[in-house]
């Protein structure tokens, strides 16, 4: 058996619903806190024992190269200060086996990952989306290579979203449940219509492929939004092998649009050593504000 080497993170969308930050900038290098989405995808690569990452990017590629460089400017002006955490904190992200390579048009998910063709070769991969972080006790991309070591299959990360948001997600058709929180499925649709989805099983930004994709994606139609979609190849590989839907059970934080951003960056907050107690006495005091606010509006009413 193949042993899973290599992850994706397609990071060339135009990422439109945070214009006008993403006019010049990948909404992947928008920071929770003080460390960029990206950042946090390829941790868990790391942690998940990936060793080969290629970073698909559109026009914004300098900021997301240089992140993960060496800035020996930076560190020296660091080390002569004494600020030895802070330097820690600017090189943990270098020295990994980073690849980037562009994708000249955001023609869809299924277009950026077909990018990804040569450098993935003939051998199982991840692909890993910046809009979710995921949070267990064993990394998602880790429970997704686990499960190739015993099935040799395609797995899927899925997750139960409220059935009104159905709509904005890839949605699977669930089938037998082969083991505990490990699916057959049936057949998967990109951004169902609320009254024709098959359930409310989403898929949540971490998929494990076998290269066959390739060969569907080269011959892949646009579908939803106009995209060439990696759910409608997803779809055509499971007629002809095994594609497992794997649930998860962790916590994910969808970064994806403002307010989920938003939450997340408070959430993150919150745990962050440096800003947690000023930022919880900030939204004690914002929540008696508004509480005396919504106080007012109901009794002019
Ligand atoms: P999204 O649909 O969430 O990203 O794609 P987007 O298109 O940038 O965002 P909006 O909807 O306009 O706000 C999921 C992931 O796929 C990448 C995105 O960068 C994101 O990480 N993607 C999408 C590509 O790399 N290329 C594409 O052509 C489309």
Redesign the pocket.
């Known amino acids: 058996m193949q042993k899973v080497r290599k992850a994706i993170i397609?990071?060339?969308?135009?990422?439109?619903?945070?214009l006008p930050a993403t006019k010049a900038m990948a909404?992947?290098m928008l920071p929770i806190v003080d460390k960029p989405t990206i950042q946090f995808i390829v941790e868990e690569a790391r942690a998940a024992g990936i060793e080969d990452i290629l970073i698909?990017t559109g026009k914004a590629k300098r900021p997301i190269e240089d992140h993960f460089d060496s800035n020996l400017e930076l560190e020296m002006n660091l080390k002569e200060k004494g600020k030895t955490d802070l330097l820690q904190l600017v090189t943990e992200t270098t020295g990994l086996n980073l690849h980037f390579i562009r994708?000249s048009h955001?023609?869809?998910?299924g277009?950026?990952v077909l990018q990804a063709k040569s450098f993935v070769g003939n051998e199982p991969f991840v692909v890993m989306?910046?809009?979710d972080l995921m949070e267990d006790k064993v990394p998602l991309t880790r429970q997704l290579m686990d499960n190739y070591e015993s099935t040799h299959a395609s797995t899927i990360a899925v997750m139960d979203v409220p059935q009104e948001d159905v709509s904005k997600y890839g949605i699977i058709n669930p089938g037998q449940e082969v083991e505990k929180n490990l699916f057959n499925v049936i057949n998967f649709v990109e951004k169902p219509a609320v009254e024709d989805a098959p359930s409310n099983m989403a898929i949540i930004g971490r998929y494990l492929l076998t290269p066959e994709i390739f060969n569907i994606l080269e011959n892949q139609h646009p579908g939803a939004g106009n995209?060439i979609q990696l759910t409608d190849a997803i779809d055509t590989l499971n007629k002809t092998q095994r594609v497992f839907a794997h649930k998860f059970t962790g916590t994910r934080y969808d970064v994806?649009d403002k307010f989920g951003f938003m939450k997340t960056s408070i959430e993150y907050g919150l745990k962050h050593p440096q800003i947690k107690d000023d930022l919880k006495q900030l939204i004690l005091d914002l929540s008696d504000d508004l509480r005396k606010d919504e106080k007012k509006k109901k009794e002019k009413e």
């Open positions: 397609p990071a060339a969308g135009l990422g439109t619903r945070f909404k992947e698909v994708q955001p023609l869809g998910l277009h950026a989306l910046g809009d995209e994806g």
